[in-house]
């Protein structure tokens, strides 16, 4: 296993949508391996592998509070009930959060690791982090639901955070 970089906005790649997996071989479960464990390594709560740079439809939730983290493949959301209003942040945006509209429970369904089709029905944090990553997987962040006006605002410190970083490498 390895512990993968994660990719900060404004990379560009943030913003592709996530090709289906056709095959689940062993490149996919080593990625869903590789992204438990950067997962853990970020105390995050899901992780898309975009966020890894990897345009594959596979996300990662650590479904609190229990500690498994459960791979999702080719996740959809087929139906969504009630809006609330909720507090968010990402691992692509380290520092900052926002509130966002999200449903009170989704129902999805997805291939598991062995190849399994897998229906489920989720509510509280699992809801929010099945929307969240299956976002990421269609190129979309929580900061698109933002007004434009905070949503430059995190970008633009992002990019000069990012910009810091480099001077000191250099
Ligand atoms: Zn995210």
Same mark, same amino acid.
Do not use: W
């Given at each position: %296993?390895?512990? /993968?970089?994660?990719?900060?906005?404004?990379?560009?790649?943030?913003?592709?949508?996530?090709?289906?997996?056709? &095959?689940?071989?062993? !490149?996919?479960?080593? +990625?869903?391996?590789? %992204?438990?464990?950067? /997962?853990?390594?970020?105390?995050?709560?899901?992780?898309?592998? =975009?966020?890894?740079?990897?345009?594959?439809?596979?996300?990662?939730?650590?479904?609190?509070?229990? !500690?498994?983290?459960?791979?999702?493949? =080719?996740?959809?959301?087929? =139906?969504? &009930?009630?809006?609330? !209003?909720?507090?968010?942040?990402?691992?692509?945006?380290?520092?900052?959060?926002?509130?966002?509209?999200?449903?009170?429970?989704?129902?999805?369904?997805?291939?598991?690791?062995?190849?399994?089709?897998? &229906?489920?029905?989720?509510?509280? +944090? +699992?809801?929010?982090?099945?929307?969240?990553?299956?976002?990421? /997987? =269609?190129?979309? /962040?929580?900061?698109?639901?933002?007004?434009?006006?905070?949503?430059? %605002?995190?970008?633009?410190?992002?990019?000069?955070?990012?910009?810091?970083?480099?001077?000191?490498?250099?």
């Amino acid at each position: %296993m390895a512990i /993968l970089e994660i990719r900060i906005v404004p990379d560009p790649i943030l913003k592709i949508k996530a090709h289906k997996i056709k &095959k689940i071989d062993d !490149s996919i479960k080593t +990625l869903a391996l590789d %992204m438990f464990e950067t /997962l853990q390594d970020a105390h995050g709560v899901g992780l898309a592998a =975009n966020q890894v740079g990897v345009l594959k439809r596979v996300i990662v939730i650590s479904n609190a509070p229990e !500690s498994d983290i459960v791979a999702y493949i =080719n996740p959809e959301i087929t =139906n969504r &009930k009630g809006k609330r !209003s909720v507090s968010e942040g990402c691992l692509s945006f380290p520092g900052y959060s926002g509130i966002v509209t999200r449903s009170i429970s989704v129902s999805a369904r997805y291939i598991d690791e062995a190849g399994g089709k897998i &229906k489920i029905t989720a509510s509280d +944090l +699992l809801s929010q982090a099945l929307e969240h990553e299956i976002d990421h /997987l =269609n190129g979309i /962040l929580f900061i698109d639901y933002l007004s434009k006006l905070k949503k430059d %605002m995190i970008i633009k410190k992002l990019v000069k955070q990012k910009k810091g970083i480099e001077r000191v490498i250099v």
